[in-house]
């Protein structure tokens, strides 16, 4: 099997893989969760890249020709230094793609006023990697950025849709609609966002559209397939999916089928092993 692999530090890259599945359901798939050193949002771009590598090279050892970073945090700090430094080393054939670039490629399509904002983990906001991306394609573009460090612990707790998450959410919403008078449209730049979706909305004026990532990669990965035979060849297609996780498998699998919309069940991977091979080649 060659699956296509898809990585994320913990449970939300799984809200990317159930979009990709809807649109391309005869691939295999492997996902990978790193959720024993979950959250990546607050890491250093050393440390998130050198964990992204390790899951990056789990997945060809795997057999994947392909790995999916569905995580924006490490899309902004690991994955143009893996692209340019690393897999003419490990392994030139194979390909490594984000989540930032599907996105930032049509993101100007849904503004009219030409403000958008970005919600995202304080690691997404600190790269900076939308506001150098969006301008590459839109320039035109005015780009307000805002953290929302309490989001993702409140999603993977499951209290998205308890009263209690009303407060931090309001929090960033007002905060950032107030920062930039104008915005339009709104991209949840981190894959756990899309479960507060029906609570953000609640706090949105009419007239302001709410971006989700999920089904801008999976349209921006089937063209990708489309344009490059070679790899898309190597693709196996059976319709499996594979899950892993490097934490407890039953706290995963509890957690999962609430990103993923259906029930999962997951392996251990065993990080230890991945530690040993990354202090070796480090």
Known sequence: MQPIGIFDSGYGGLTVMK??????????YMYLGDNARAPYGNRSFETV?????????WFFEQG???VILACNTASAKALRT??????????????????????TEIIGNFTRSRNIGILATNGTVQSGSYLIEIEKFFPDITVHQEACPMWVPIVENNEHQQPGADYFVKKHVDHILKAGAGIDT?????????????KIRQFLPEG????????????SLADYLNRHSELENRCSKSGERMFYTTDSTEDFDNHASIFFGEPVRSNHMNLDNSIQLADHIY
């Open 19 to 28: 979009e990709i599945v809807k649109k391309l359901p005869q691939y295999d």
């Open 64 to 66: 994947c020709p392909l």
């Open 49 to 57: 890249y050198r964990y992204t590598l390790q899951c990056v090279e």
């Open 208 to 219: 302001i559209t709410l971006v989700s990532q999920g089904e801008i990669v999976a349209n």
């Open 186 to 198: 709104l991209l949840l730049a981190c894959t756990h966002y899309p479960l507060l979706r029906d």
């Open 82 to 103: 893996i692209q340019q430094n690393d897999l003419a080393r490990i392994a030139p054939e194979n390909r490594v793609l984000g989540v930032i670039r599907p996105t």
